[in-house]
């Protein structure tokens, strides 16, 4: 299996990819049956669930606050194709999020692709506008370079039109996990930009983690990935967690240290119940108390 893992393809690249993470998640996600769903809240630039896909072909879930990223999956279902004017950068980068429902789902996946692969780094950087930020990179702008890595782009195929992809917060997406079902959650990084404008804190994790403890009591399955200083958060709600040293930072220059915290549903594993709707308060306050 590991095997498998080096030949996926990076769809496109992402800032906080798990794609180097993948040969650790693929033992954990191997505990689970694969009979329910594959739900993935944020699933940035798809590398795990493309490699779930192969896995377990069952039906997929996936969702993510970025507008223009969900559109790169939504027209993955649909088939899109580039764009005629694919090569005007300009106007591309300078379309805003007001903008969105005056294009098509395959427009806005081209609006997507152009600014992040003719940027500098291929990092995804708008203003409050939703404009595009990030400086374009001279070489990456040229025609038979963009032309080709455009073809590339929309030549992916793992979705079918029996799975589901929205732009949606994290918690709405959540609403679908079913006993029997496999939620990944790779939220951003605690007091780290999550999209857009907004800062990712360690409130929001500690609700990504108080309704895991829930979800999994509802027989739900639960796989979360993060960095290694908050393991014993997981641990305290009965996860088990393993340590996995990854790749160095642009930033810090060390090497990352990541969690992987997982726990196939309680009910699910006792019981095999299936039809358990995992619909709970998401609040810390509605913890149950031990
Ligand atoms: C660490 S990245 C996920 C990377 C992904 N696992 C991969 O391999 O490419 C976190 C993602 O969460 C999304 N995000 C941030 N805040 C969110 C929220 N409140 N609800 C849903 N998605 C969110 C970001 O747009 C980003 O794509």
Redesign the pocket.
Known sequence: MPQLVCEIPQWFP??????W?VKHLIPVFSEWDGQGKYI??????????TVVKKLFPTKQYL????PW?ISAFQSQILGGSLAYNYADVEYWRNLRDEDLPKLSVVERANRFAICLFTAWGNR?ETRIDGSFRSTTNSKFCRDDYLRRRLQQFFSVRWLTKNDEVQC??????VKEAKAGDLV?L????PESL???N?W?TFS?HLDVVDWSEQAIKHGVCVVI?NMWTIERLHRRVGMQTTKVIGPKSSKTRRNREEVIAWKMGETYCKLNVTTIKATMPLSPSARQPK
């Not at 993935?40 to 630039?45: A, D, I, Q, T």
Request: with cysteine; hydrophobic share 30%.
């Open positions: 992402w800032n906080g990819s798990k794609r993470l993935e809240p944020f699933v940035g630039g798809g590398s795990i669930a969702s993510d606050a970025n990223l995804w949606c917060d994290w918690k709405e997406a990944y790779d939220s951003p990084y999550g999209y857009g907004q990712w929001d990935s």
